[in-house]
């Protein structure tokens, strides 16, 4: 099986583990029913000793089923009952069964095998159970082997068992194809879902998500984490003035510059129109500032140019961190509160203010209450 690689893929994983061991039970139980009736049959014909041998593998069956509620442990589940059908199926072969009818039970073994293993086992497992077959038919006088067959009962077993075979190996490798598309499709899905489509940056619902983990990391284990809720400067301007594109790709750039800058562990998105959110997890409220600053200061030195002319593009921010508010939507007012100081201040700058911001940013543009 391929490595789980994301979380469509892991839950599919899970989804068809979980799947398959309540196929497990089931088919556990059906097939001690069967050898409790089939085994009666026998020692009812007076043939004890088969009967016996039948009903031992029910013992078996009930201490893998066993071993399994007391572990969960699927896997070995799987290769448990694997092995002991397996077994099961070459005493049928080896002893007939009743009336030379004992290797018709292995019909039933091809589509449990692929089901339960991956195609590589599950054929592995297949030519080694033939190998056991072809020894028997071949070598009737073997210890153990008590049954005969007719060379016309060998070849039809073995061209059907190939061609059930083959039909379930190619049934279960179509099955697999359309379940790794499925998850791919499903993972295109959660990334879009969760995706700006214009910045490729988180969108606000991912964000939402993300900063509720992150508060209850936080609830939890005490890890602080700060935001800086950003937005571009007189953005309405640039639109006006040079139109939507380039107002897009002023954006879009915005984005990449703010990746640069972020470490990998912090998540950016976008929060709204022009306005962009980042979560900052560890960060203490001076840390976000100063990382806050150096943005600003990217931004202000960084020439986004259109047609040879360099646009006015600068940004504000207001940062909080979940110490000073207490809950998320302290946070969030209080970022946007600390935002809309930076705005009315002066616009170019991070609020609230450090030491090394005293300064005021050169050319910072006319006072615009921020909506
Ligand atoms: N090009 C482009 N513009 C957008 C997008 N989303 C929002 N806007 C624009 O962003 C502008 C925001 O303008 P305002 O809210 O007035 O703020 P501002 O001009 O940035 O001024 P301040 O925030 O006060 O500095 C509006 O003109 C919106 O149309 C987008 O996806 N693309």
Redesign the pocket.
């Known amino acids: 099986m391929s490595q789980p690689n994301s979380s469509s893929q892991i839950a599919a994983d899970e989804r068809e583990d979980a799947q398959a061991s309540r196929l497990l039970t089931w088919l556990s139980a059906t097939a001690i029913a069967f050898l409790v009736g089939i085994g009666a049959k026998a020692w009812l014909a007076d043939h004890t000793t088969h009967a016996w041998v039948l009903w031992s593998f029910i013992g078996l069956i009930g201490l893998n089923m066993l071993y399994f509620a007391k572990t969960r442990n699927r896997n070995r589940q799987k290769g448990g009952l694997i092995v002991i059908v397996g077994l099961l199926f070459t005493y049928l072969i080896a002893s007939g069964g009743e009336s030379n009818t004992g290797p018709l039970w292995f019909y039933v073994f091809p589509p449990l095998l692929f089901y339960l293993t991956d195609l590589k086992t599950g054929t592995a497992v297949l030519l080694f159970c033939y190998l056991i077959a072809a020894v028997v038919f071949q070598f009737p006088g073997l210890p153990m082997v008590a049954a005969e067959y007719s060379m016309d009962f060998k070849i039809r077993f073995f061209a059907t068992l190939t061609f059930e075979s083959i039909f379930c190996f190619v049934l279960e490798a179509s099955r697999l194809k359309a379940r790794n598309e499925l998850v791919i499709l499903a993972e295109t899905h959660e990334h879009a879902a969760r995706t700006d489509e ?1 910045t490729g940056l988180s969108n606000r619902r991912d964000m939402q998500d993300r900063l509720a983990m992150e508060f209850s990391r936080y609830q939890r284990s005490g890890h602080h984490f700060s935001v800086a809720l950003i ?10 003035q040079y139109g ?5 790709e ?2 879009r750039e915005f984005s990449e510059l703010m990746k640069t800058v972020i470490r990998q562990t912090d998540v950016a998105a976008r929060w ?3 306005e962009f959110l980042v979560l900052l997890p560890d960060t203490s409220l001076l840390q976000a500032l100063t990382l806050a600053e150096r943005l600003r200061s990217k931004v202000a030195r960084q020439p986004f140019r259109f047609r040879g002319q360099n646009l006015p593009v600068t940004m ?1 921010a207001g940062v909080c961190s979940i110490a000073m508010a207490g809950s998320l939507d302290a946070l969030l007012k209080q970022a946007d509160v600390n935002l809309y100081t930076a ?1 009315e201040s002066g ?1 170019n700058r991070i609020a609230p203010r450090v030491r090394s911001q005293e300064t005021d940013p050169p050319g910072a ?1 006319p006072v ?4």
């Open positions: 214009l937005d571009l400067d007189l953005f309405k301007a640039i639109n006006d939507h594109n380039v107002g897009d002023v954006l709204g129109g022009e504000s705005k616009r543009p615009k209450p921020h909506s």
